[in-house]
């Protein structure tokens, strides 16, 4: 790692709050309120893409993103966090409407592509808004998506899957989850998960180098 690069990181983390500020302004901007909606399903929601004066021409049309959504309550928790406010704590508790009044529509039994990335970024940001805020609310939330993604990783037999289907950030967003709620189920197949694939790989790669793994 080159010296700038180092120090581009700790500028980062120095600065940690001024960015989550910066970063959270600018998702209110795509939070999915009036004037353009005053209730409904689409109320809470993030567009993948600011709203304003887009909205306004007709550049772009007001779409909701469930993941997208989740991504913000996490950016908005954390900034919370780091900068022990409660700036957007009204845009969160809209965000949380939204997902629940939409769960169903986008988490679904079958093993879709966008479903098993819900269900990874619900688990990611769920932990995470419970630990900032010391909130369990959500947690059937949480549950439900934690044993759907967990069904599917258990059966997982390729590892190729990537962007939406990618196993590996399913993984660890199932062995996060199941750190901060000690869910021993989910534990075990995460475990298991990397013992088989990561461990693996690791000695296979050794083996190539012409080393013993």
């Not at 581009?8 to 302004?25: D, G, I, P, R």
């Not at 269900?119 to 010391?134: A, M």
């Not at 993604?149 to 967003?173: A, I, Q, V």
Request: proline share 2%; with cysteine; glycine share 4%.
């Amino acid at each position: 790692m080159t010296s700038t690069i180092v120090e581009k990181l700790s500028s980062h983390k120095q600065n940690l709050e001024a960015h989550f500020k910066k970063a959270s302004k600018f998702l209110v901007k795509c939070q999915i309120l009036e004037p353009y909606v005053e209730k409904g399903t689409l109320h809470g929601c993030i567009c993948p893409w600011e709203i304003g004066e887009s909205a306004d021409e007709g550049a772009f049309p007001i779409v909701e993103d469930f993941h997208d959504t989740l991504e913000a309550i996490w950016v908005w928790s954390y900034y919370t966090k780091v900068s022990s406010k409660q700036t957007f704590k009204l845009n969160i508790k809209w965000a949380w409407k939204c997902i629940i009044e939409n769960w169903k529509r986008f988490i679904k039994e079958e093993t879709t592509n966008g479903s098993l990335y819900d269900c990874s970024f619900l688990l990611f940001t769920g932990t995470f808004y419970e630990k900032v805020f010391s909130d369990n609310k959500y947690e059937k939330l949480i549950l439900n998506a934690g044993n759907h993604l967990e069904k599917y990783l258990r059966k997982l037999e390729s590892t190729k899957g990537r962007e939406y289907y990618d196993p590996f950030w399913m993984t660890f967003c199932l062995g996060l989850a199941a750190k901060r709620l000690r869910h021993e189920k989910w534990f075990r197949t995460a475990e298991t998960f990397v013992k088989n694939n990561i461990v693996f790989a690791k000695s296979l790669l050794k083996c190539r180098k012409g080393t013993t793994p």
